[in-house]
């Protein structure tokens, strides 16, 4: 099976200009999460997708969104960029049928903001 | 109080020595526990999970689980240079994974 697979992988902004990730998840999971990790605050989760409806939510501004399609591909956007929007944005699937079960990451996208 | 702690180390220990990770998390209903490896530039790759109190192996990797400690912990038996990363601790709480900071490993010949 193919793995989770984002783009693109890298990306320059500058500030207030808006970005769009994407992710594609390992064939049969329908749940996508999304993490922004930052060497001082780690991996922090931002949101999770189901079944194309948000599940859960972490502790971002309005500015990062995101939605899911019927074949379970997700889309992150962040609007109005800011210097610390600079990170590595990963996305991780898994089966989604059962709360609290193994994620996989995919390879990340990196983002710098100017 | 961070809900998932680790030691950021780095933690330095000879190849062919055990390496001993730990973790602690804040939830008591935190049911299902993960480590995660990140070699530098890489995205978290799985090693294993646990839900249980106790042991569980996988080849030279044994995970252990403490709920009434609220203690998880790693160990690596055989450490290779190449298990030289960052290994990431994880929580589910109210069906969210939360991470540790994770704790830098370095394995020297």
């Known amino acids: 099976k193919a793995g989770v697979t984002q783009t693109p992988r890298y990306l320059i902004k500058t500030r207030g200009q808006q970005v769009t990730l994407s992710c594609s998840p390992i064939s049969g999971h329908r749940s996508v999460s999304w993490y922004q990790q930052t060497p001082g605050q780690g991996l922090q989760f931002l949101f999770e997708?189901?079944?194309?409806?948000?599940?859960n939510k972490g502790n971002f501004p309005g500015r990062f969104s995101g939605r899911q399609f019927s074949n379970s591909r997700s889309e992150m956007n962040v609007s109005t960029l800011e210097l610390g929007d600079s990170a590595l944005y990963l996305c991780a699937s898994s089966l989604g049928g059962r709360r609290q079960e193994t994620q996989y990451f995919g390879p990340g996208t990196r983002l710098l903001v100017l | 109080q961070k809900e998932v702690e680790q030691n950021s180390g780095p933690l330095s220990v000879p190849e062919g020595a055990i390496a001993s990770l730990n973790c602690t998390y804040s939830?008591?209903?935190?049911?299902?526990f993960f480590w995660y490896r990140q070699y530098s530039g890489k995205s978290p790759e799985l090693i294993m999970f646990?839900?249980?109190?106790g042991d569980k192996e996988d080849g030279r990797f044994t995970a252990q689980l403490n709920k009434a400690s609220q203690y998880v912990s790693l160990l690596i038996r055989d450490s290779q240079p190449s298990d030289s990363a960052t290994y990431l601790c994880?929580?589910?709480?109210?069906?969210?994974?939360?991470f540790g900071t994770g704790t830098r490993l370095q394995v020297f010949p």
């Open positions: 939830d008591r209903g935190s049911q299902s």
């Open positions: 646990i839900y249980s109190n």
């Open positions: 997708y189901f079944s194309e409806t948000q599940r």
């Open positions: 994880a929580a589910y709480n109210t069906d969210k994974l939360i």
